[in-house]
């Protein structure tokens, strides 16, 4: 029965977990009793990638090129096993994202910008390299992969690997909606996701990076296929970029806690912890030079100006008080050459005349 088996086939392309290479929890409080809180965000903040990232606020994570451009960071793929990646420290229970990216070329390679929890509720934008008009979109509740046909869904649109777009995840306990640009392509309410037990309600944190779906050597069968086939490695480099990201957080909060939840991963057990949220603190710190100074008061940076005059001043003194001393030091130097020389000039003179007195004297011999 060969249809039976090709269905077979296609059903389990599409139940292996979409972002797999970026699909992991490094403590699952579901069934594990005291997973670390999670720092929130508690406000909005813009991210222009065209420099360097704050590591405390994007972990890089996997093997593979990160790096940046004034175009964006980007992700590079540039053999088999590469898989780079960046996630956020900060968690948002509902809230917005909004990327600004241009997906990866090359078959079988996976480029993907999602929010994740640690119990494995996820919201995905996907695109697979080998496809140069779709977009992808997807959605996991407590990390349950069984298969279901209502929850990937893709979209035919202008090419994701040539240009920028923004893709926008607005995500709030009602409703999520997939924005590409000013378009809304998709909107889930809890009710389609299995009566709300499959919608994501926990606090989640950015991720974004790629992967190679079709790397025959890592990925079963299905995911080859669900990837778009096999990758070939000869044509890396592979690179996703991505020039800006925003976020906001729409509860306000210092921490999420574990601490209430049961194995229901309902929002309602999400502990929030009230006060200032220090991660929000550290994105808005200034970081550039020019930006440290600007935020400086005026008296500091009079004291800071007073302060170098001072050290100028100082060094001023001490390569006068050396050229002194070096000049003194010279001067006893070239009086002694001098004497030297006029020692030397007595003597030659002395040479001279006693020279002349002996050629007298060799005349007398002649
Ligand atoms: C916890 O649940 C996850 C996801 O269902 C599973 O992969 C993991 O093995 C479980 N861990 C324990 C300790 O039960
Ligand atoms: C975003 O953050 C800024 C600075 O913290 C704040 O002034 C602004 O009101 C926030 N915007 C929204 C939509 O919350
Ligand atoms: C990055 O982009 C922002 C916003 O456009 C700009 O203000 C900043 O100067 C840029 N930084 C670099 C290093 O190009
Ligand atoms: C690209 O993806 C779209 C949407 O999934 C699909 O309809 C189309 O056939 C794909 N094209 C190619 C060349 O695979
Ligand atoms: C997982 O999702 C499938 C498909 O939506 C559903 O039939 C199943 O009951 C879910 N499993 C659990 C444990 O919720
Ligand atoms: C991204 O798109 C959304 C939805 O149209 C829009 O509200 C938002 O302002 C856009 N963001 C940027 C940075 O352009």
């Given at each position: 029965m060969p249809s039976l088996l090709l269905s077979a086939v296609a059903v389990l392309a599409t139940l292996l977990p979409a972002t797999l290479a970026q699909t992991h929890t490094d403590c699952n409080p579901l069934n594990t009793t005291s997973c670390p809180n999670m720092p929130a965000l508690s406000g909005n903040a813009t991210f222009h990638f065209n420099d360097t990232i704050n590591n405390k606020i994007w972990k890089e994570r996997n093997a593979g090129k990160h790096d940046w451009s004034e175009k964006g960071y980007t992700f590079t793929i540039d053999s088999r096993g590469d898989a780079p990646m960046v996630q956020s420290s900060f968690y948002m229970m509902f809230g917005r994202m909004e990327v600004i990216m241009k997906a990866a070329p090359g078959q079988g390679i996976i480029s993907s910008a999602i929010l994740q929890s640690e119990d494995l509720d996820e919201i995905d934008w996907e695109f697979r390299?080998?496809?140069?008009?779709e977009i992808m979109t997807n959605y996991y509740g407590?990390?349950?992969?069984?298969?279901?046909?209502?929850?990937g869904k893709e979209f035919v649109k202008a090419n994701a690997q040539s240009d920028f777009h923004n893709y926008t995840l607005d995500w709030t306990k009602e409703r999520i909606q997939w924005w590409m640009d000013d378009e809304m392509l998709r909107e889930l309410t809890p009710d389609m996701a299995l009566g709300g037990k499959n919608y994501p309600q926990t606090p989640m944190n950015i991720r974004m990076g790629i992967w190679a779906g079709g790397d025959t050597k890592n990925n079963e069968k299905g995911v080859v296929e669900w990837a778009g086939g096999e990758t070939d490695f000869s044509k890396a480099p592979f690179t996703m970029t991505v020039q800006q990201v925003y976020a906001i957080d729409y509860t306000k909060a210092k921490e999420y806690s574990w601490?209430?939840?049961?194995?229901?991963?309902?929002?309602?057990k999400v502990k929030i912890i009230e006060g200032d949220s220090e991660v929000l603190e550290e994105i808005q710190k200034p970081h550039g030079v020019k930006n440290r100074w600007t935020a400086l008061s005026k008296t500091a940076q009079i004291a800071i100006i007073a302060s170098i005059a001072g050290f100028v001043v100082i060094c001023t003194c001490l390569i006068t008080f050396c050229c002194i001393k070096q000049r003194r030091a010279g001067r006893r130097e070239f009086a002694a050459i001098q004497a030297n020389q006029d020692k030397e000039a007595a003597e030659l003179l002395e040479y001279k005349r006693q020279m002349a007195q002996g050629r007298f004297a060799q005349g007398n011999y002649i």
């Open positions: 390299g080998g496809n140069q008009t407590k990390g349950n992969t069984t298969f279901d046909p209502s929850r601490e209430n939840m049961d194995a229901s991963g309902s929002f309602e």
